[in-house]
C-alpha cells in the first residue's frame, strides 16, 4: 500500500514516519510534504493510494491543495486540530481524521481500516464531496454508507432521520428511505447547524421540510410530505422559538 505524508511540523511528520515504518509493514511511504506546493506535486506524482494530510499546512490548508487537483481517488485520512468545521465537513463526507496530537495506536488502526477499504471510484466521490462543501463553505451534501452502496445526498433532499436501534433510516424526497448504521445521535451533532432538529429521541427533522406545527394530539410536526413527526414536551417550546424566528 502506497501512502504520502502531508505535515508542516517536522517533528509530527517523523513520528508517523516511524510508527508507519515500525508497526505496518506493507505499507510504504511513497513521499513527504512539508508545504502546499510540494503537496500538490507529491500527490500528482505518486500516485498513492492514501494520503495522511495535516489540515493546516502553513497559512494555507489541505482543501487549497485538493482543489487543485484533476482526480482524487486515494483514500483521505485527516490528521488536524480543528474540531469546528473542518472535522464536520470531513465526518459529512465519510473521510477519515485523527485529532493531534496523535496516538499511535489510533493511527495505526485507521491505516490498517484504510488499507483494507480502497476503491478509488468511491473515494473520488466522498473527496469530490468534501472540497465542494469545504471550497464553498457550507455544508450541503452528506455522504451516506449502506451495506450495499454509497449514496452522496444533498441536505435539502433530507426530509427526516429517524432512529431505529443502532441503526438511521433516512427519509427524502420523492419516497426514497436510506438505511445506515450509525446512531441518529451523530447525525444530530453534524447537522445541528445544518437546519436540522432533534424533535424526539427518535426523530431528526429538517426544518426547511416542515409544513406545520400541529398542537393537538399532544403536538406533532406535519412535514411536506405528509409525515406526522412527535414532539417531546420537553423540546416542545425551544422548538417553536425556532419556527417563530425561521
Avoid at 47 to 71: M, S, W, Y
Avoid at 225 to 231: H, K, L
Amino acid at each position: 500500500m502506497r501512502i504520502v505524508i502531508i505535515e508542516d511540523e517536522l517533528a509530527i511528520l517523523n513520528t508517523i514516519k516511524g510508527i508507519v515504518t515500525n508497526y505496518i509493514p506493507n505499507i510504504e511511504i511513497v513521499g513527504t510534504a512539508t508545504n502546499t506546493a510540494d503537496a500538490y506535486t507529491c500527490l500528482k506524482d505518486t500516485k498513492p493510494e492514501i494520503a495522511l494530510c495535516d489540515v493546516n499546512i502553513g497559512e494555507h490548508t489541505i482543501f487549497q491543495v485538493l482543489e487543485r487537483l484533476d482526480t482524487i481517488d486515494f483514500k483521505i485520512i485527516f490528521i488536524t486540530a480543528f474540531e469546528e468545521y473542518a472535522v464536520k465537513a470531513i465526518k459529512l463526507s465519510a473521510i477519515d481524521y485523527i485529532i493531534k496530537p496523535v496516538d499511535p495506536l489510533e493511527l495505526i488502526a485507521s491505516l490498517k481500516k484504510a488499507s483494507n477499504t480502497i476503491d478509488r471510484k468511491i473515494e473520488s466521490q466522498k473527496a469530490n464531496v468534501l472540497v465542494e462543501n469545504i471550497t464553498a463553505n457550507i455544508l450541503n451534501k452528506v455522504v451516506l454508507k449502506t451495506s450495499e452502496r454509497i449514496v452522496i445526498v444533498t441536505l435539502p433532499e433530507i426530509i427526516q432521520v429517524e432512529a431505529d436501534g443502532s441503526y438511521s433510516t433516512f427519509y427524502l424526497n420523492s419516497n426514497r428511505k436510506i438505511v445506515v448504521s450509525k446512531l441518529l445521535k451523530e447525525y444530530d451533532e453534524l447537522l445541528a447547524d445544518c437546519e436540522f432538529y432533534r424533535t424526539h429521541q427518535s426523530h431528526l427533522v429538517n426544518l426547511n421540510q416542515v409544513r406545520s406545527f400541529e398542537k393537538t394530539n399532544g403536538g406533532y410536526l406535519l412535514m411536506k410530505n405528509g409525515s406526522q413527526i412527535p414532539v417531546s414536551k420537553r423540546k416542545r417550546e425551544a422548538l417553536l422559538q425556532i419556527l417563530e424566528s425561521f
